[in-house]
């Protein structure tokens, strides 16, 4: 196995309605199968939605302050904060002030 260095501050960011995106960990980049990490930044009033996927999903809090909705209740958060989703859970998290960025880890289910 060889080591893999990624500098994320030199791939591409994509605007999808929900902020702004770069892969960062993905089969093309570095030969993972069975994970995507992603880094997300929203500016203030933007929303990200984690939809329930049948994957197991991380988000962090990278930089900044925003808000995380899980089963219909708000929960400030910042820098360091975070959430772990389940395969059939959901959260959203909006930007309170300037820039948020995020962390965003996809761990596919391993069949048993």
Same mark, same amino acid.
């Given at each position: %196995?060889? !080591? !893999?260095? =990624?500098?994320? $501050?030199? /791939?591409?960011?994509? @605007?999808? @309605?929900?902020?702004? &995106? !770069?892969? =960062? /960990?993905? @089969?093309?980049?570095?030969?993972?199968? $069975?994970? /995507?990490? !992603?880094?997300?930044?929203? $500016?203030?009033?933007?929303? &990200?939605?984690?939809?329930?996927?049948?994957?197991?999903?991380? =988000?962090?809090? %990278?930089?900044g302050a925003g808000v995380i909705k899980l089963e219909g209740k708000d929960y400030e958060a910042s820098k360091g904060s975070g959430v772990y989703l389940g395969p059939e859970e959901r959260a959203s998290i909006r930007a309170s002030g300037g820039t948020l960025k995020l962390f965003h880890l996809e761990v596919n289910q391993i069949p048993r």
């Open positions: %196995m060889t !080591t !893999t260095f =990624i500098d994320t $501050n030199k /791939l591409p960011r994509t @605007g999808a @309605g929900q902020g702004e &995106f !770069t892969e =960062i /960990l993905n @089969g093309p980049l570095a030969g993972a199968k $069975n994970v /995507l990490g !992603t880094l997300r930044w929203l $500016n203030a009033g933007e929303e &990200f939605r984690a939809d329930a996927n049948g994957k197991h999903q991380l =988000i962090y809090l %990278m930089e």
